[in-house]
């Protein structure tokens, strides 16, 4: 789902984070999750950074950013070479940073009125496996 409206500081920023949890304005998101300026793309279906694919991607580009920041929770943990070199072949910055790291730092560009766009993985509330 994909949430946009107006907004108090004219953006959506994050007010606090944990290992498992990220918190934009006033809502917690436990589950990976995009977060530009103007909007938020909840359930992001990548639960860990080996995972990040070509329709991950996709879904970045489509928020058109002019530099992304990936959060990968507790530890720096780097992608796909591959997904990352497709993002800066379109002339888009790429930054692979712990989650606490990369919550700061979308603040700070953010609120510089940057096109920034954070990729929060967090392991989130996967389906549960069968019995």
């Known amino acids: 789902m994909q949430l946009t409206h107006d907004l108090p500081e004219g953006y959506f920023f994050i007010r606090g984070h944990s290992p498992t949890a990220?918190?934009?304005?006033?809502?917690?998101?436990?589950s990976s999750f995009?977060?530009?300026?103007?909007?938020?793309?909840?359930?992001?279906?990548?639960?860990?950074?080996?995972?990040?694919?070509?329709?991950?991607?996709?879904?970045?580009?489509?928020?058109?950013?002019?530099?992304?920041l990936i959060g990968t929770g507790e530890r720096q943990v780097f992608p796909p070479r591959e997904h990352?070199?497709?993002?800066?072949?379109?002339?888009?910055g790429v930054?692979?940073?712990?989650?606490?790291?990369?919550?700061?730092?979308?603040?700070?560009?953010?609120?510089?009125?940057?096109?920034v766009v954070a990729a929060f993985i967090l392991p989130g509330s996967a389906a549960a496996a069968p019995d």
């Open 84 to 92: 990352l070199v497709a993002l800066m072949r379109r002339g888009i």
């Open 22 to 30: 990220i918190r934009v304005i006033d809502r917690e998101l436990a």
């Open 95 to 115: 930054e692979v940073m712990d989650s606490a790291a990369a919550s700061r730092t979308y603040n700070l560009l953010a609120a510089e009125g940057r096109r």
């Open 34 to 68: 995009l977060l530009a300026p103007d909007a938020v793309v909840e359930d992001w279906p990548v639960r860990e950074a080996a995972a990040l694919d070509a329709a991950a991607v996709h879904a970045l580009l489509a928020l058109r950013p002019e530099l992304v």
